[in-house]
């Protein structure tokens, strides 16, 4: 699996932008995962909200002219743009080590790559940034058929990882 030492990404309107550096010891396997929590949803308008865990110092803002944070919970932030309404990130401010950035705002060349004289992209990091073998985070709210599909690989828990894994599907457990 090929994986960048960089990437940038921001919000539709660009009013936000931001890149990423990641450590040479990043953690490729725990840090895309996914959240099916009733407020990821309806912050992404997505039933499986995609996501990558950084250190924050692993982020540069290059522009926070329409950022905007909404404090969803205690402690706990949304950034987003406050002029397209882009979905950016979910914090955790008791914390303040990590942001969970939304893989969707990732520019399209570390996701897909270039392409071909037929519009098909030739490949970049989609699989290390988006690894379906992360974690994956409140498959209580799966939805048979349709979500649980998604999340077979990987680490299952059954609300926040705190309260320990249901289910690693790649060792059979």
């Not at 926040?160 to 060792?171: L, P, W």
């Amino acid at each position: 699996m090929e994986q960048p030492k960089s990437i940038t990404g921001g919000c539709n309107c660009g009013g936000v932008r931001y890149r990423v550096d990641f450590a040479q010891n990043h953690d490729w396997k725990q840090g895309p995962g996914t959240c099916q929590c009733t407020q990821c949803r309806k912050m992404s308008g997505s039933l499986i909200f995609n996501l990558h865990v950084v250190p924050i110092s692993a982020v540069t803002w290059l522009s926070k002219a329409t950022y905007a944070e909404y404090n969803s919970s205690a402690q706990c932030f949304r950034a987003f743009c406050k002029d397209c309404g882009s979905s950016i990130a979910w914090m955790d401010r008791s914390i303040d080590k990590e942001i969970e950035l939304a893989i969707g705002t990732f520019d399209e060349e570390f996701l897909v790559g270039a392409r071909d004289a037929e519009d098909k992209p030739l490949g970049a990091y989609g699989i290390a940034l988006a690894n379906p073998k992360g974690n994956h985070h409140f498959i209580r709210n799966e939805i048979q058929g349709v979500t649980d599909t998604h999340t077979r690989k990987g680490t299952r828990f059954w609300t926040v990882s705190k309260d320990g894994a249901m289910k690693d599907s790649e060792e059979g457990n």
